[in-house]
């Protein structure tokens, strides 16, 4: 790999890393206050990338042509929509996005999401997963951080950051193709009478690994 290369693999890196904040600390908060969209004039970097490109200098000091130093921006997830809106915003900069798994219209309160967990999972395993929840929520208020030690959870003082963490973890089980090793064992503990929060627990691990 080129020198070059790698410095503008190292820049558009760093820009990723750096947008998100920039959101967070600014964008995220007046969208809340709002309710509206970013405008372009919002993106702490665009008149930058819109009036000076990165590729024109390389282009004269080191004799390239466009298609030479041309960027290809990569991401997944929510980084593949910041990946897809990158070329399409600096086409002047890249050649092509990869966006995988790449949300297109992020939806507060996304409960038709949890709806498809539950299809996924099936009548029997989603009635167990529910159980789970109930239990969880009661054991929180009678001995919240013996819960929490159980799931290697301890340093989460945050009780709705904690439900989130068991939440995302059941639904990446179907997310990534894995549901049997997550069912297969809840079904059987209620069946049998086992402790499900520990099966729980030592289900999720596996399917996270």
């Known amino acids: 790999m080129h020198m070059r290369t790698l410095i503008g693999i190292i820049s558009l890196l760093l820009l990723l890393l750096s947008f998100p904040s920039a959101l967070e ?43 030479e130093s041309a960027w290809f921006v990569i991401g997944s997830s929510y980084a593949g929509a910041l990946s897809a809106w990158f070329h399409l915003k600096f ?33 029997e395993c989603k009635a167990v997963l529910q159980e789970i929840t109930a239990l969880v929520d009661r054991k929180l208020e009678e001995e919240g ?15 709705v950051d ?7 973890a059941a639904a990446a089980a179907f997310q990534y193709g894995f549901p049997d090793d997550l069912c297969s064992p809840l079904v059987d503990a209620k069946t049998n009478g086992k402790d499900l929060l520990v099966v729980w627990n030592s289900a999720q691990q596996r399917c996270n690994k």
Not at 162 to 168: K, N, P
């Open 162 to 168: 904690f439900l989130y963490l068991l939440a995302d």
């Open 145 to 159: 951080q013996q819960v929490k030690n159980l799931f290697g959870a301890a340093k989460i003082s945050n009780n």
């Open 25 to 67: 600390s600014y964008g995220l908060r007046r969208l809340q206050e709002k309710g509206g969209y970013l405008t372009q004039e919002e993106h702490w970097f665009h008149q930058t990338l819109d009036h000076f490109s990165p590729t024109e200098h390389l282009h004269g000091k080191y004799n390239m042509s466009e298609y």
């Open 91 to 123: 086409p002047h900069l890249t050649c092509g996005s990869l966006a995988s798994s790449a949300s297109i219209l992020a939806s507060y309160n996304f409960i038709e999401y949890d709806q498809q967990v539950g299809e996924s999972a099936g009548a």
